[in-house]
């Protein structure tokens, strides 16, 4: 009789010290285009930033082609029984239309659970630190620039809730794709200047200096 006692009570202590883990074992509310690796390493990230900062940030990352002027907030507002708050929501949906004229599709969404954790994040940045790498036009496939934009992405929004916090992650990445672009277009547009100096501008310099 003891034994089954403690037996139940043996279990009832194990199944309330994993519940956390199993509360937070994944990010993924819903996922239609993110590969196996990147998801683990997105809850890695997330398990790391909820562990130091009691944040949680999620992402949807869906296939679903959403038409123009679509409230992604109310679409959010289905998983709520999924969501525990403070959160961040992390939405990646490259079908959805932006404006039927002109055929742009993909939208991305940034949903925190409250005025106060936006404080918390740098939207632009978070932004950009997916769209950068989606855009670019290589020979890479558009599921792999899925996985890299939204893997990045989540990355950039994790360092920035931990930093808001005095915290720094050791499982994020860093993102030295959003430096080498910047570079990139540094030098783009520094070539296009020289170019437009030595084929338009210097013609023009030099007439005026033969008129003097």
Same mark, same amino acid.
């Given at each position: 009789m003891h034994k089954v006692k403690f037996k139940a009570r043996f279990l009832a202590v194990l199944a309330l010290a994993i519940l956390p883990l199993f509360l937070h074992a994944t990010q993924l509310l819903k996922n239609d285009l993110i590969k196996l690796e990147a998801v683990? &390493? &997105?809850d890695t990230i997330g398990q790391e930033l909820h562990t130091k900062t009691a944040v949680n940030a999620y992402v949807i990352?869906? $296939?679903e082609h959403f038409p123009e002027g679509f409230n992604l907030v109310s679409y959010s507002q289905k998983y709520e029984s999924n969501l525990t708050k403070p959160? /961040? =929501?992390y =939405?990646?949906?490259p079908y959805a239309t932006i404006t039927k #004229?002109? $055929?742009a599709r993909g939208r991305i969404g940034i949903i925190p659970s409250s005025d106060t954790v936006r404080t918390w994040y740098d939207y632009e940045e978070v932004r950009d630190a997916g =769209?950068? =790498?989606i855009a670019i036009k290589d020979s890479n496939s558009d599921e792999d620039k899925f996985n890299i934009g939204v893997l990045q992405a989540y990355s /950039?929004?994790?360092d920035n809730i931990a930093q808001s916090k005095g915290m720094i992650l050791d499982e994020s990445i860093k993102d030295e794709m959003g430096t080498m672009i910047m570079i990139l277009r540094i030098l783009i547009y520094t070539g296009t200047a020289i170019l437009l100096w030595i084929f338009v501008l210097r013609r023009f310099w030099t007439?005026? #200096?033969d008129v003097k």
């Open positions: 683990k &390493i &997105i990352a869906t $296939n959160y /961040v =929501i =939405i990646f949906a #004229k002109s $055929n =769209i950068d =790498i /950039v929004l994790a007439r005026e #200096k």
